[in-house]
Structures are given as structure tokens and as C-alpha cells.
């Protein structure tokens, strides 16, 4: 009965659903323009889109299901076939826009169209709720994050199931669209992302129907998919994307810079700021500012609070002043002027380069209390390698370094300033970008303190950032943009 | 102690300054805030376990505004010029500077009046390209993807891909005439550097040896001083630009399609588009990405009127038609005298060699963008076989069908174009239809009177092309035959 729409159970492997009895499976490209039939099988419209719910109340589904359908009144384009005319046409009006029908007025599916309980429509224009998605529209032959393999995916098509939940632990426990048994429940199992989805699209129904033993078929279950934006300016799919949270930092900025500009806000968006913070810092400095500018500004804001303050200096370097003052104007003030203080250094110079975020403790401490001192601390940095040793507490002058191991293994009983290694090599912030790079190859550092006039620490500049200034510039282009 | 502790800082780094250099204006109150921030004791929920171990990963290059300014002098030249340039300017490949050759050496003046008409045209299509990248943040093979469904898409790609593979093969024709220019027979000249390109693209170096093409390219700045030295008629090179004259033979309908074609190429609005897009350029950049098209498509253009007047004044008058790369050349004697064909064999060389690495690259990036292919260089060959096969493909082929033996290199670049400009309305009604789509573009949309202009130019290039088929391959097939 449900040849050509449905696929033979066979070729579809479907892992990890043994939640699901499954009776059919459908292939949403060829359920699109199926004609909608009532009672006397005459249609009065088309198909044009199916609604899923992939969220709710912000929980990913794990087969989300199609709680309604958006119909597309009259013939494919042109003037309503004859048929349409007359008595069945009275409520959808003929060549209207499309509207948006509930699930439950589906009686049955089958290839020759889709029976109506009811051709009684709600006429108002459709709005998405929150977690909804029409699949036609923002999934198929869209852009998509496979978060299984942590890159950016075309889907071909899009796998639909009958089926009905299985009891046992993770059993679907969504409210299916229809409180009536009759109606069938759809579910979306996954993406189709192969080329064989493709070719089936491509042919001629008729001859992609033969050829369907043949493909190779690649479903990606919808557990593993997110879904972005649409193409259209100012909507923007409410979802809360929870799944990402799945992902690495690097990976997540790798998926930023693939998917197009709309995709990589709403992904960044969708993450808390600490994850967020972490995404951009492995953005390069460019994107990093395109991503910052389209923002609201104070989602921009809290994320550059997270970031180390010297690569949120970087990335409001790339912006107009104009834009970075308006962020900074946004962020906390001692964050702000953290940043700030950085963004006055010169380009090329040590101060461009450095980071705010370093330990640095006074010279009487015992080594007891200095690892005291470090357990209390609300926070240290994400590189702690070196401790720095300072004559007096505060704004005191940079005297001496010592590395946390040294810390670690001296006697608690013993000053720091007694086992520090004194005189530490030190540049200022005007000292050349290439000059610390040469500096901290040379005496081989994690790290090197910059001081002021006074001799006042005032910044480090880690091995990472100095390696950017010196590596050959065909290393950084190991991720060639293509044109640009 | 700590006054010692100085000592070796200041005869490393130079003379201790203050912190902040002078002549950063505006910031030395930022800077009285910042110094009262207490400095080591930085609070924030900084402590997520993977914040540790994501400051180790491998962070994705950063480019800085340092990095492009100590780039070599051409880089920075073009990071200035923008997208815009760079995509017209590619305009004047081989192919193009044979099809100007060849329009000045047969027609004299008389097409320049088209040549002003086909500059309108290339900034209205360039300009509307670039508004939806900038808009839609997609490059152009996506947005018919997501937009238009698989068969448009199919369709879009296989005339792009012919367009394209045409024009490899005309890379391929100018280095094989370049090296003939030399004495380098081409069974020689063009599997080597076929081999060349492939390697150096797929091994990353390409970036590196691009300079060197470029500057070769620079040998066609002879023929604005060669143009001024033939001393032309400039009173007839007016008349040429202001009066248009339609002519219904054959070799002038041609030599018209290819003239739109090299000028106007299918591959430009994808170039332009993505390159819009990698630089994540946005809206509120957007008149200077109008004014580097503008700016962009003048310059080109003025370059390729400077070549067909300098060959009008040369071989037109002296009843020279263009037949190979020796005969061209001539053009450049006014300047080089002797050295016309060395000049002339360096520019073609450069010019076919900078194309040659970076279409077929481009090309199988935009098709498999749209098939939903992984499309990466940083991807190995078993993870990307599409990508790689589609590149490799385009280069072997277009090197193999310019070694077939006793074809007319040069008229093979001209007929190339004839492809390009045949192809060019299939394009242009695409770009068109997704340009004034409201749900993409918003209030992007185009103009009436944009829209007007944009549509006389796909309906004229359409009708020529038409014609011209009719006039060359139609009627004398049914034993019709215009004056020629």
C-alpha cells in the first residue's frame, strides 16, 4: 500500500532505536506534494511542509514527532485542477497561501495522498512554537551539524517513521499531536546525507524507484543532527540547541567557521558563556570580531568577560572603535578596563600580546602558605606554570619567579623568596612582539613577565600567543580561506 | 634587592617608558582605571574542568591586521582592494586577453561601444552577488541548494561545471601558447605544469608561488603605454565607444558572445560571492563592498579597452588577424619593440597560471558545496573523494583536451568564452530569482530600476547568445548562410 512513499524496511538500518516499533518509513521528499484528500478522496491541496516538534520545554527529542502539516491550497502553482472547484474548495480558499493544519486531521497515509478526518481548517497564518521545526523548510537540503562527527552535513533527505513507542527506559514521552488512536504517528528518525538520496531526487520518480535497492543509504539518527537558522532575516528558530554542549570547545569553533554566518550565531548563542567564551577564543581574530559585531551587544559583552582579557583585547582590535567602545561599554567595568588597558598597546608590542591573568605572590610568604593562598583563590588562570614573586603586597615590583612544581615539592616551611629563581628576565610593554618571542625561545619559557617603569608586573606573554608572532605565515594558512 | 632586579630587564628591553606608548589618544583615563584594578586577584567561574585542557588544544590560526601588513607589498595590495577587484580583474585571464586581442585585431573599434554596455552589466551582476553575500552570509552554490531545490541545482552545477571546465582548458591553451612563445613545445609545457598546479594546491604551497604569477601579470600594464604609443585615432576611438553598431555576420556575433562571456564569467559571481562570505563581511560594510565592486569592475575593464584599442592601432590597421600568440603579441611592439613576445608570453603565462590553480579549486569546492560534499583541503583525499576527484578531474582534463594535436590554441581561448557567454544567462536568471527573494533578502531586494537594468542584461545576453547559435551552428546547418 505505501510503495513509493514508504521505504522497505530492509535497507534502512536503524541503530539505537529500540524504543520504536516501527511500521513504515517515509522519505519527506516524496511525501512533499502528495495531495490532501477528504473523505471522498478529492483533494483540496497540497502538501507542502511538515511540522516536527524536535524540542520541548528546551529537551531535545530523540524522535521528534510531526504534530501538524502546512498546506498549500489549489494545484502545483498554477490554477487549482478541476476537481478543486465546487463544493470541496468552500473552506480552503483556491490559491491562498499556505496554512497550517493539525496532525490529528490525518485519517490515513498512503501513496495516492493523504486522507483528511476533516477538511475544517484554521485559516490563521501559521507561527512557530517554541521547538517546532518545518522540515521541508529548515531541514531538507539544509546545512546541519552532525554532532556524532563534529562536522557540518547536507541533508539529502529526511527519514520519517510510523511508529508507535515501545515501553522501556527512554520511550517517547511526548504528547503525540492527536489524543485519537486512529491517526498515525509520525516520528522523524534522522537525515539521509548520501549521494544516493541525492540521485533518488534527481530522477524521474518512477525510475528512482528501481534504482532504491542499489543506493547506499546513510541515516544519521536526529539524535545526533542540530538544526540551524533559516534563510530568513528575523526569524530565527527558537531552539535551545542542548545537544551542542556534547562538543569540544575547538570543535565547536571549527563547526562556527563552517556553517554560514546565521548558523554560527545561533550556535554560539545556544551556549552558556563559559563554553561560549572558550568557542570564540579558538576562533581566528577576524571571525571572532564578525561574530562579536552581529551579536546583541550584551550576549557580546558577557562572552568577552569569560574570554582571557588578552584575546578579548584581539578581537575588539578587529572592530571599528566605534563598535568595540559600545561593547566595552557593555561589559563590567573591571573587565572592561582590563581589556581596555590592553587595547592601548601598540600592535606588534609586547603589551598587545600580553595577558592580564597571572598569579603573583609576596616574597615573605612560606611555601605552606603560598599553596594555601592558591587553593583559596576564587580563580586561577588556565596556564599556571609560573609563580611570580612580588617585594610587597600590593603593587609591588616584580622580584623573582618560581614554577609551581618547584612550589610544590619545597618544604612548607620554607619562603618562597628563598627558593625563587631572582631577577627574572622581564621586558616592558613597548619591547617589540619579536623580541619576546626571540626572548622566550632563547631561556625556553612557558611564560614571560612584562613590567612597567617601576618594575611593577603589569602582564605575562604566554608561549602560545609569542609562537603566533614567529610561526611561518604559511603554517597559519594550514586552513586556507579559499578566496579571500 | 628588587632595585638590582632591574638591571638586566632594562639593558634587555631598552630604556624603562611608561606603560602605555604616546599618541593613543583617548585612552589615558581607561588607563587611570586600570591601574586601579587589582590585578593578580581576578574573580570569575572560570574553573570548568575542560577550561584546563582546552587552553592546550591546537588553536585554529589567528590572522591579525599585523599578519596582513607584514605580508609582501601585492598582498597588502590586495587586502585593500577587496573581493571586488580580484573577481573582475579575473576577468583578464588568458582567454580574456585573447578575446580582446582578437576583438581589437578583427573589428577594430567598433565593439567598444559594447565593451562600455557589458561594464554596466558586470557591475550590476557583480553588485548583486555581492549584496547577497553580504546579506545571506552564503556563498552562491548554497543559496541554490537550499532555495531552489535538487534539480535547479543540478542543472546550475552542470552549467557552472562546463563553463568552468571550459575555462580550465583555456588556462591550459594560454600556458601551451605562452610556452610556444618560447620554443617549449606543449606536450612539454602543459602536463608539467598541470603536475605543477595539482601539487601545489592540494599540497598547500600554491599561496606561496601565486605572487610570483601575479607579478607577471603586471607585463599587460604595457598595454595601456602601448595603446598611447601606436598613436591612435582617438577621435575614432570615441566614436567606437559612442556609437553602436550591430553587425549579422557570423564572426561578428561570435566575437560579441565572447566578449560577454570573458568579461561577464559565470565563475566571477561564485569567486565574488564566496570571497563576500570568507570575509564575513556584513551589511553595515556594505558600500565599500559596492564601491570595491564599482571601482573593481571600472579598472578591469578600462585595462581590456586599452588592450583592444592598443591591437586596433597595430594589427586592425595593418590587416592582421589574430591567429596565434605571435601574431597577438605584435600588439605590445609599439612598447617593447623585439621583446613584444617575451613581454606578452610572460603576462599570458602568469595570467593562465593564476587562474589554472585556483578555478578547478573553486569549482570543486562550489559543487560539492551543493551537493552537500565534504569540500576541504585540510581533509585527507579518502575523506573528501568528491572534492578531490571533481579537482583533479578539471585539471587533467583540461591539460588533456588542449594536447590533442594541431587545435588552434588560440582560437580555442576565444571559443571558450563563446561557452562562458552561451552559459552566462542560465546564471544570471538564477541570481536574479534568489536576489529578489524577500524571504532571503529582506529589503535587500532589488530596485525596480536595479531590476530593469539587471534583467535587460540577462535578456540580451540571452538573445545574442541565441542568435548566435542560430546564425553559426542552425542555419548552416539548413544551408542558410549570413554574410561573413
Known amino acids: 500500500m505505501h510503495e513509493g512513499v514508504s521505504q522497505p524496511a530492509q535497507p534502512l538500518i536503524l541503530e539505537g532505536a529500540p524504543e520504536l516499533r516501527i511500521h513504515e518509513r517515509y522519505l519527506l521528499s516524496r511525501l512533499i506534494g502528495l495531495p490532501l484528500l477528504d473523505q471522498d478522496g478529492d483533494a483540496v491541496g497540497y502538501l507542502s511542509d511538515l511540522i516536527a516538534r524536535i524540542e520541548i520545554e528546551g529537551h531535545p527529542q530523540r524522535y521528534p514527532h510531526v504534530t501538524g502539516l502546512v498546506v498549500r491550497p489549489g494545484g502545483r502553482g498554477g490554477p487549482p485542477p478541476e476537481r478543486l472547484t465546487g463544493r470541496q474548495m468552500r473552506r480552503p480558499p483556491p490559491g491562498g497561501h499556505a496554512f497550517f493544519a493539525r496532525w490529528n486531521v490525518v485519517a490515513r497515509l498512503d501513496e495516492s495522498g493523504i486522507t483528511l478526518r476533516s477538511t475544517r481548517f484554521d485559516l490563521r497564518p501559521f507561527r512557530r512554537r517554541e521547538g517546532e521545526v518545518l522540515l521541508a523548510k529548515d531541514v531538507l537540503d539544509k546545512q546541519l551539524v552532525d554532532l556524532r562527527g563534529r562536522r557540518v552535513v547536507r541533508a539529502n533527505d529526511v527519514i520519517l517513521a510510523a511508529g508507535e513507542p515501545l515501553p522501556g527506559p527512554g520511550a517517547m514521552t511526548a504528547p503525540v499531536g492527536s489524543p485519537d488512536a486512529v491517526t498515525p504517528t509520525i516520528v522523524v528518525l534522522g537525515v539521509d546525507v548520501s549521494t544516493g538520496a541525492l540521485l533518488a531526487r534527481l530522477l524521474p520518480a518512477a525510475l528512482a524507484r528501481r534504482i532504491e535497492p542499489w543506493l547506499h543509504r546513510r541515516l544519521i539518527p536526529w539524535d545526533d543532527i542540530e538544526v540551524f537558522t533559516t534563510d530568513a532575516p528575523g526569524v530565527r528558530l527558537r531552539l535551545k540547541h542542548e545537544k551542542l554542549r556534547r562538543l569540544h570547545p575547538a570543535d565547536l569553533a571549527a563547526l562556527v567557521q563552517q556553517l554560514p554566518r546565521s548558523g554560527g550565531a545561533e550556535l554560539l548563542a545556544a551556549l552558556d558563556e563559559p563554553l561560549a567564551a572558550d568557542t570564540v577564543e579558538a576562533l581566528d581574530a577576524p571571525a571572532q570580531a564578525a561574530l562579536l559585531a552581529d551579536m546583541p551587544p550584551a550576549q557580546a559583552a558577557d562572552i568577552l568577560e569569560e574570554m582571557a582579557p588578552d584575546e578579548a583585547a584581539d578581537a575588539l582590535a578587529q572592530l571599528s572603535p566605534a563598535e568595540a567602545d559600545k561593547l566595552l561599554g557593555e561589559m563590567e567595568a573591571p573587565e572592561a578596563a582590563e581589556v581596555q588597558s590592553l587595547l592601548t598597546y601598540q600592535e606588534g608590542t609586547a603589551g598587545a600580546i600580553m595577558t592580564t591573568e597571572y598569579v603573583a605572590l609576596p616574597r615573605d610568604l612560606t611555601a605552606a602558605q603560598a599553596l594555601e593562598r592558591l587553593r583559596s583563590m576564587d580563580w586561577l588562570p588556565d596556564l599556571l606554570y609560573y609563580i611570580y614573586v612580588l617585594d610587597k603586597e600590593p603593587d609591588g615590583r616584580l622580584v623573582g619567579v618560581l614554577t609551581l612544581r618547584e612550589l610544590i615539592r619545597a618544604h612548607p616551611d620554607v619562603r618562597i623568596e628563598e627558593i625563587m629563581r631572582p631577577e627574572p628576565v622581564t621586558v616592558t610593554a613597548e619591547t617589540p612582539a619579536e623580541e619576546v618571542a626571540r626572548l622566550i625561545a632563547h631561556y625556553d619559557l612557558v611564560a614571560l613577565p612584562v613590567v612597567d617603569a617601576d618594575g611593577r608586573l603589569i602582564g605575562v606573554v604566554t608561549v602560545d600567543d609569542a609562537m603566533d608572532v614567529i610561526l611561518p605565515p604559511e603554517w597559519k594558512r594550514r586552513l586556507p580561506r579559499l578566496f579571500s | ?484
Open chain 2, 1 to 484: 634587592m628588587a632595585d638590582e632586579q632591574r638591571g638586566p630587564a632594562e639593558s634587555r628591553a631598552g630604556p624603562v617608558q611608561q606603560a602605555s606608548p604616546a599618541g593613543v589618544p583617548g585612552h589615558s583615563a581607561a588607563e587611570e582605571v586600570a591601574a586601579r584594578v587589582p590585578r593578580p586577584a581576578r574573580i570569575g567561574p572560570k574553573h570548568l574542568p575542560w577550561r584546563v585542557a582546552g587552553r592546550g588544544v591546537p588553536r585554529l590560526p589567528r590572522v591579525r591586521v599585523r599578519d596582513v601588513l607584514q605580508r609582501p607589498g601585492w598582498m597588502l595590495y590586495l587586502s585593500l582592494l577587496g573581493p571586488g577587484l580580484i573577481a573582475a580583474n579575473a576577468g583578464n585571464d588568458a582567454g580574456g586577453i585573447a578575446t580582446y586581442a582578437s576583438v581589437g585585431a578583427s573589428f577594430g573599434y567598433s565593439l567598444l561601444w559594447a565593451l562600455a554596455l557589458i561594464t554596466v552589466s558586470l557591475i550590476v551582476v557583480q553588485e548583486m552577488v555581492a549584496r547577497m553575500g553580504v546579506v545571506t552570509g552564503k556563498g552562491l552554490s548554497d543559496l541554490i541548494r537550499e532555495n531552489l531545490g535538487v534539480r535547479w541545482t543540478a542543472f546550475a552545477m552542470l552549467a557552472l561545471f562546463v563553463a568552468n571546465a571550459s575555462t580550465v582548458t583555456s588556462e591550459f591553451a594560454g600556458i601551451a601558447a605562452a610556452g610556444e612563445l618560447f620554443g617549449i613545445p606543449k606536450y612539454v609545457s602543459v602536463p608539467l605544469m598541470a603536475a605543477a598546479v595539482w601539487w601545489l594546491v592540494v599540497k598547500g604551497s600554491y599561496r606561496r608561488v601565486e605572487r610570483i604569477f601575479l607579478l607577471m601579470t603586471l607585463a599587460f600594464f604595457a598595454y595601456p603605454a602601448s595603446a598611447f604609443l601606436a598613436r591612435p585615432d582617438w577621435r575614432e576611438v570615441v566614436h567606437g565607444f559612442i556609437r553602436p553598431q550591430i553587425r549579422l555576420d557570423t564572426e561578428y556575433l561570435v566575437m560579441f558572445v565572447a566578449l560577454v562571456g570573458t568579461t561577464i564569467t559565470p565563475y566571477m559571481q561564485v569567486f565574488q560571492q564566496t570571497s563576500v562570505v570568507e570575509k564575513g563581511l556584513r551589511v553595515a560594510e556594505y558600500r565599500y563592498v559596492r564601491l570595491d565592486t564599482i571601482t573593481g569592475s571600472l579598472l578591469s575593464n578600462l585595462v581590456a579597452a586599452f588592450i583592444i584599442i592598443a591591437t586596433a592601432a597595430t594589427l586592425y590597421k595593418e590587416g592582421v588577424k589574430v591567429e596565434d600568440a605571435a601574431s597577438a603579441a605584435r600588439a605590445l611592439a609599439p612598447l617593447a619593440g623585439e621583446y613584444a613576445g617575451v613581454l606578452f608570453g610572460i603576462g599570458l603565462f602568469g595570467a593562465s597560471m593564476l587562474a589554472a590553480g585556483v578555478l578547478p579549486l573553486a569549482t570543486a569546492y562550489s559543487i560539492s558545496e551543493a551537493f552537500g560534499w565534504e569540500h576541504s583541503l585540510t581533509r585527507e583525499w579518502r575523506e573528501a573523494p568528491a572534492f578531490y576527484s571533481l579537482f583533479t578531474l578539471l585539471i587533467v582534463g583540461g591539460a588533456a583536451i588542449t594536447l590533442i594535436p594541431g587545435l588552434p590554441l588560440f582560437r580555442l581561448l576565444v571559443l571558450v568564452q563563446v561557452i562562458n557567454g552561451v552559459l552566462l544567462p542560465v546564471l544570471l536568471f538564477i541570481i536574479l530569482r534568489l536576489v529578489n527573494d524577500p524571504e532571503l533578502m529582506g529589503e535587500h531586494v532589488n530596485t525596480p530600476l536595479y531590476n530593469l537594468l539587471a534583467w535587460a542584461t540577462a535578456l540580451f545576453v540571452a538573445t545574442l547568445s541565441v542568435v548566435m547559435v542560430l546564425a553559426t551552428v542552425v542555419l548552416p546547418a539548413v544551408g542558410i548562410s549570413l554574410a561573413s
